[in-house]
């Protein structure tokens, strides 16, 4: 049935669709639930080069010119699961290209996305990748890779929120603009559980308290995404403290804090869906 849709999609449609990712990475999944592991790849690897216009090579590809984000984050994780359970030669350094350029991918969109629920869907989804990441480098025998992927794992979320606290605190923002983000950012939690609170008293209510309170939400939220734009766009030093990504490494624990605490040890454990590992 994908087949003919797809042949009957591609006859009514001559250019470029970027619809076309999604049809293949559904054909993937069709073939990968089918135990077909090398049709199935075919069809991510055409639905990544659909997804990303510019897309050659994993290992070479550093551009964010990108179609469709979700079906990206989809079709990456596919790849790296399939060539996990298939295990032919070369599949090692597959798993691996892909899964780090799946995490060049979320560090971009971690600077693209202003909506909360949108971090937090990419705080999920970069989870799942994470976990992937840690199999396939323990797979290549690479432990300190797989420690990273362990800590770009914790808290990815709560990371970013102290950076930007951090940023606002020190990256030359009047206090002014300072409080005013303070003031929004209460005014949407307000409004978030007020919302909840009554659909919770009565869900089949569609009361005019309701849709006012959705609409002051909604009001509030275009402000401070306006407000983050006017600070990343005119205060480059909280532009440069939000985004700084750093991941601890195995080399800075052993300088750092070990150094200084020589009769110290430090356990480090990631919990998959079935699997702890520790370091």
């Known amino acids: 049935a994908y087949q003919n849709g797809l042949s009957i999609y591609l006859e009514l449609n001559k250019t470029f669709d970027p619809r076309l990712a999604n049809i293949y990475l559904c054909i993937g999944y069709y073939y990968r639930d089918k135990q077909d592991l090398n049709k199935a790849l075919e069809y991510f690897e055409k639905s990544l080069a659909t997804t990303l ?10 551009g964010l010119d990108v179609v469709d984000v979700k079906v990206l984050k989809r079709v990456l994780q596919s790849k790296t699961h399939t060539l996990l359970r298939r295990r032919a030669p070369g599949d090692d350094a597959a798993a691996l290209a892909t899964v780090r350029f799946a995490d060049r991918i979320i560090d971009s969109l971690r600077t693209a996305y202003t909506y909360e629920n949108d971090k937090l869907q990419l705080g999920e989804d970069a989870a799942k990748i994470y976990a992937l990441g840690l199999d396939v480098a323990r797979w290549n025998k690479l ?4 420690f990273y992927y362990a800590e770009k794992n914790k808290a990815a979320v709560l990371a970013q929120s102290l950076n930007e606290s951090y940023a606002l605190q020190f990256g030359n923002v009047p206090d002014s603009l300072v409080q005013k983000d303070k003031d929004l950012k209460l005014n949407l939690a307000y409004y978030n559980k007020a919302i909840i609170e009554k659909e919770l008293q009565c869900p089949e209510c569609d009361s005019a308290l309701i849709r006012d309170f959705q609409a002051r939400r909604f009001d509030k939220q275009q402000q401070y995404t306006a407000l983050k734009t006017t600070l990343e766009q005119n205060y480059p030093q909280y532009h440069a403290l939000k985004y700084k990504q750093h991941t601890a490494s195995v080399a800075e624990l052993q300088t750092t804090f070990l150094k200084e605490n020589p009769n110290s040890a430090v356990l480090e454990y990631f919990l998959s869906d079935s699997v702890l590992y520790a370091f």
């Open 53 to 62: 216009p510019a897309y050659k090579m994993i290992p070479r590809y550093t």
């Open 143 to 146: 432990d300190k890779e797989a």
